[in-house]
């Protein structure tokens, strides 16, 4: 069982992160979630989810209480949480979406909630991190941003969906980035693969 950290933010995009939460739940994964405050703002804004990023009802993520029993919810000012500390163990984390504000208190070591100081312990210990970010037009403090966090070992998965498998639905859509999100984690996932024509 993969022992995998989800932090979600105030970008655009959650629908990502709804089906990134789904995937690793099928896949039977331990899921450690934290949501920032303007995440459940954005949550609310894209779909009918409304959530307290203090202390949020996960049963409005999940319905299965198998999964349940497998998510453990962190708040984001709990700077003492069990992910803000290199002797947690897990297989990777994952900021979805990941708004430019906590792409550049990342990169200049701010770490002034729980995702910024988790994603700092990634850094320093060498673990996975895969920042996917979603904001149009970039600025050069966003790009710089994405050059230092890569150089510090992060991965920057901007949250573009390919479409050569003419995908029908937003989901088909939304799951060409989450599979690509899941492929960097090794978790198997049943993808549309580019084939040669």
């Not at 349940?68 to 290199?86: F, K």
């Not at 200049?108 to 037009?137: F, N, Q, W, Y």
């Amino acid at each position: 069982m993969k022992n995998i950290i989800v932090a979600m933010t105030g970008a655009s995009g959650a629908l990502y992160a709804l089906r990134l939460l789904h995937k690793l739940a099928v896949a039977e994964c331990s899921i450690h979630l934290t949501l920032s405050e303007p995440a459940c703002v954005s949550l609310a804004a894209e779909t009918d989810i409304k959530l307290n990023a203090h202390s949020p009802d996960t049963s409005k993520l999940f319905n299965d209480p198998n999964v349940l029993s497998r998510v453990t919810i962190h708040n984001p000012r709990d700077i003492g949480a069990s992910i803000a500390s290199g002797s947690n163990r897990h297989d990777g984390m994952v900021i979805v979406p990941c708004s430019m504000g906590t792409l550049g208190r990342i990169a200049h070591g701010t770490s002034d909630d729980l995702i910024a100081r988790a994603a700092d312990v990634c850094l320093k210990e060498r673990r996975k991190l895969l920042m996917v970010t979603r904001e149009m037009p970039l600025t050069l403090i966003h790009l710089k941003n994405m050059t230092q966090v890569t150089e510090a070992g992060a991965i920057v998965m901007h949250a573009c969906p390919h479409f050569y498998h003419r995908p029908q639905t937003v989901e088909e859509v939304v799951d060409t980035v989450v599979d690509r999100i899941l492929d960097h984690l090794d978790i198997e996932t049943k993808t549309q693969r580019w084939k040669s024509p």
